[in-house]
């Protein structure tokens, strides 16, 4: 894929890719769902069964998700409007539309919408997202704060 800034290097990571990057290229499926939150992100669930699942999720300015993993799932998310800016504990990357980004089972990284304006993602996981742990950093070193069951967000 074009626009994918990470090697992808496994048929599920492709195909995660190719979800979310045809989703986030449909406004018409996603627009009339979002919605703003001033407390914190606005996500809804799309679609869900035991392979995968789709997440829509947009962010006003200043917000972001903080330090975390899926909890063993593999993703991708692709911007669909306005711009992100993710961390890993590699780099920052300014991600804009039309962009995928996706990660590997053991992937650590924050996603803040740094911009002026609110931001829309859609992002897809495999296998569904049963954990999460939420992480800081500390002397350059990860230290895990709190594992959050499905559910808890």
Known sequence: ??????????????ALA???????????????????SPVGRWYERLHHDGDREIWLISWLPGQSTGLHDHGGSRGAFAVALGGLRERDLGAVRDVGPGTVRTFGADYVHEVRNVSAAPAVSVHAYSPPLATMNRYDLADGRLVRLVTEDAGQW
């Open 1 to 14: 894929m074009a626009n994918t800034i990470a090697p992808v290097r496994d048929t599920v990571a492709v």
């Open 18 to 36: 190719a979800t979310v990057a045809e989703l986030a290229g449909n406004p018409g499926a996603w627009l009339p769902r979002v919605r703003l």
